[in-house]
């Protein structure tokens, strides 16, 4: 069977440049190991494959820019705050007045703004991860404010909505009292990065044909993105995701299916270079284009799918710098592997991370910026390099 890599449609193999034609190459069946090494260690070195997902690439950081962002966000922060007892003052203007506007501006001035969101005033005041999670949000969105900031809310809305009273906890050591969301492995980080500095997480499908609930499916996946989440390199670069399609159409549950799109797309602080389906079943095409569209226009392009034998595969990834039998995860007969536990404060992701990495624009302490960022505009609250 032909490796075939589809984009946003199974037919446009050509937005992924395999030719003029758009089709894959045709790959005999005996293919000489040299060529084949050749080729991946080419599609593997090459300066722009770093990039192709055609993300935007990431900013260049310094001292002065960090300050700047984060003051802006912050600033940002505020233009959607009111004061929260402005509802009992504003019925009863001061000093007989009628002019509620005016007595809005008195409010701010008197410094007893807070957040719209009472989960971000909460957060702000009960969350360890609260000051240091500003500049992961800035990163995920390239410093754009607005997009963070909105970000920022809707991601404390969404946290409390699947955490409920723990939503305030260092989520991951929140992940080690929650045995059945770590013990699903319905997603996962691999232990180590690709060339560009981007984590591999897997998502198994599989595991919606089980006995764990939905709850616990979704949060397993925001503990698997946090865990990414604590290497620089990811917060810069983002992440690829392998996926093991389901075993029966039976099994999907598509709300759940919605609930982790809507995470990953809109709310997680992660960017989503794309997503590597391997090996689906013929029928599911009609899943797959369903996966696609809740993922959105954008999203849904960098949707692959990868068809055939082991040496196939890899030779389709390699144009993704993941054509090397380590890089490709051992549940589809690679040596890449998912063992790097949730929630394990001494985890293998930076020194795996340092150790895959092609560029050397990173090599410096992971977070060491960030902390000496957030030292600076931080309100009080310390970073907390274990979320």
Known sequence: MQAQILGAELDMGERLGLGGSGTPPSWSKKVDPLQLAFIWRRADDFEDNNNVYMQIPSQNEDDELLRAKLKEFDAALDEVCVNEHLRDRTTEPPNNSTDVSANVNSIVRDGLKRPKSQNV?????????????????????????EAAVRRFVDYWEKRVEIFGKQAFLPLLSLANNNSEATECKYTRVAERCDEAGRAILLIDYHKEGSDFSDSSLLQSAWFTIHQALREESVQKKGVVVYVRCLKSIRDWRMHLCKDVIHSLTGILPVRLAGFHLINPPPLHAGVISLFKKMMGREMGRRVYIHSGSVDENLMSLSKFGLGRVEMYPSIFGGQLGFDKLLGNELGLGRESCQETMSTGDLTESPGSKLSSAIGIMSTGNSFQSRW
Not at 130 to 137: D, G, H, I, N, P
């Open 121 to 145: 005033s909460k957060a702000m005041s009960e969350c360890p991860e609260y000051s240091a999670l500003k500049l992961v949000f800035l990163r995920c969105e390239v410093f754009n404010v």
